[in-house]
């Protein structure tokens, strides 16, 4: 059973191009969330999604930044326009079939994207 | 969410337990006490999770005060692999299940 996948492990963009970071949840879990870790800091939560519904962007920074997660396919972190202050790892996490299920058995964190903004 | 306090870091010898503190003293009574690792920079490790009650898994034992306002996670035959940053996170439903991470404990396994 394939754990939580994140793709690319590294991306190196420079300012101004797009970036887009890719999570496949593992198999059943229908609930991602998304993190973020800038350097030397701690995780900060991003947003929070279903199938095809944005539960909760309260972490979202307001520009720039998007978040899917298609009926099919992995969920998609998208960062239009690239600034050096992006440059951080990405994780996501994600849970079964309902957020109680990631409350009651704990969250399954993928390895991360590091994205360096040159 | 619960608030929660630990120390900035600790030190370990190998092969003994490792005991690590955390405070939440406001955490409410369906929110569950989560600990999380993070070695190196890779993804955040689940440890385990409890709410009232002390648990015990393959990796680590769960200690929670009866008034749940602390909690001790241990370790208990720490080994140099054990090196990583702690976090004590309180969390339930009523945050969609999101997790808070705060500044967490550094633990450094020596030999």
Known sequence: NAGVMQNPRHLVRRRGQEARLRCSPMKGHSHVYWYRQLPEEGLKFMVYLQKENIIDESGMPKERFSAEFPKEGPSILRIQQVVRGDSAAYFCASSPTSPSGGVRYGYTFGSGTRLTVV | ?111
Not at chain 2, 13 to 29: D, F, K, M, V, W
Not at chain 2, 47 to 58: A, F, Q, R, S, W
Not at chain 2, 82 to 102: H, P, R, S
């Open chain 2, 1 to 111: 969410d619960a608030k929660t306090t630990q120390p900035t870091s600790m030190d370990c010898a190998e092969g003994r337990a490792a005991n690590l503190p955390c405070n939440h003293s406001t955490i409410s009574g369906n929110e569950y006490v989560y600990w999380y690792r993070q070695i190196h920079s890779q993804g955040p490790q689940y440890i385990i999770h409890g709410l009232k009650n002390n648990e015990t898994n393959e990796m680590a034992s769960l200690i929670i005060t009866e008034d749940r306002k602390s909690s001790t996670l241990i370790l208990p035959h720490a080994t140099l692999r054990d090196t990583a940053v702690y976090y004590c996170i309180g969390a339930g439903y009523n945050q969609g299940g999101k997790l808070i991470f705060g500044q967490g404990t550094e633990l450094s396994v020596k030999p």
